[in-house]
């Protein structure tokens, strides 16, 4: 089975090495604005618009007069972000199109989600990374590369660098996993309760960072603007925010894995979260758990292991429906957490008993 797959890794450059890093970001920035900046002043002066290619033609011309400082860098970082706006432009006109809120591309700033793509000849070594312009660039943990590299993109988070490589690779056609069928309500009390009563609780690391950050943003607001301790408090800042979010990736990935790995098959509920975080009492709760990334990892991996995932419609009574004789209660607030059947008589808990309903949907399609 022919997939494709990121592998991603911290590098370790050395000084010269940190000052192309940067020049190669600043110069995708400046593409992708210069871009921009064409493209709306052509709509708007001859109502017309253009592509990366013609765009790409012309930059090319005039880096030997306006902009000969762009022959320093590798020709794919200007390459990869006109064709990033692109797409970007692509997304905005299918929004348009389908009545979605897709933003319309904005102007990029310096030192917000630095980053820049390289294509071409790319090596992998045991510890170290050859990219074009760059040379051989050590890695700070061994690499477990296989199959054909696509592209390398290369990220400035905080004062660190990462490369994510996309890979081409062909892997055996997973066999069927021999696990039991699962249920999975999702919810911000517990992350996951499964259909036998294991409850598993996400670590929520913006909760718990959250009076952290409150400090540092308000020291941050405080500091001259362009001065050396607005730089580090921004720096102080950026590696929190860091820290939060590899903490819950690192949940999300280990958790995604072991029920790809073990679960026959596994039923959750297609929940609405954008509808569910235009209430703001419960916006920042779903972020901290992120709900929707939970279920991208659970849709690749599936694939990959043999698994298979199943979404039960949302307007399905799953938490006030009895799973034992399948009468269906009038009223269920969401403060009651457990409650008892009118019919039979059964109490239940009510994330658990969703979570059973869940997975007898998926049963029910076999019997």
Not at 51 to 64: D, Y
Not at 115 to 133: A, D, E, Y
Not at 197 to 206: E, N, R, S, V
Not at 220 to 233: A, D, E, L, W, Y
């Amino acid at each position: 089975m022919l997939i494709n797959k990121a592998f991603r890794y911290e590098l370790k450059p050395n000084s010269t090495q940190q000052v192309l890093l940067a020049k190669h970001a600043g110069v995708a920035r400046f593409a992708y604005n210069w871009g921009l900046a064409q493209r709306i002043a052509l709509y708007e002066q001859e109502n017309q618009s253009t592509n990366a290619v013609n765009q790409h033609r012309e930059l090319n011309q005039l880096k030997q007069t306006a902009f000969p400082w762009m022959y320093e860098v590798s020709k794919c970082a200007p390459q990869e972000a006109l064709r990033d706006l692109d797409k970007a432009f692509a997304n905005f006109f299918r929004g348009v199109k389908q009545g979605k809120r897709i933003g319309f591309p904005r102007f990029k700033k310096k030192g917000r989600r630095d980053s820049f793509r390289l294509t071409g000849s790319i090596k992998v070594f045991k510890k170290g990374l050859q990219l074009p312009r760059l040379g051989v660039v050590r890695l700070k943990e061994a690499t477990a590369v296989t199959g054909r590299i696509l592209s390398a993109t290369v990220r400035r988070e905080a004062d660190r660098w990462y490369v994510s490589l996309a890979v081409e690779t062909e892997i055996p056609q997973p066999a069927p996993v021999l696990g039991e069928v699962v249920g999975i309500d999702l919810g911000l009390n517990h992350f996951a309760v499964l259909f036998d009563g294991t409850k598993i609780d996400a670590p929520k690391p913006l909760k718990k960072h959250l009076k952290r950050l409150r400090q540092l943003s308000k020291r941050h607001t405080r500091k001259q603007q362009g001065s050396k301790n607005k730089k580090k408090s921004a720096l102080a800042l950026a590696r929190l925010h860091r820290r939060i979010r590899n903490i819950r990736q690192d949940f999300l990935h280990k958790l995604t894995t072991h029920l790809a790995k073990t679960k026959s098959e596994i039923v959750l509920e297609s929940l609405n979260v954008k509808g569910l975080m235009q209430n703001s009492k419960l916006s920042r709760a779903i972020v901290d758990v992120s709900w929707h990334e939970f279920r991208r990892q659970l849709e690749y991996k599936s694939r990959w292991y043999g698994s298979t995932l199943t979404f039960a419609d949302r307007f399905h009574a799953t938490s006030k429906t009895c799973s034992v004789c399948g009468c269906v209660c009038d009223r269920l607030p969401l403060v009651v957490r457990t409650w008892a059947c009118a019919k039979c008589g059964s109490q239940h808990d009510r994330d658990v008993n969703a979570a059973e309903n869940l997975r007898k949907l998926a049963v029910s399609e076999f019997t």
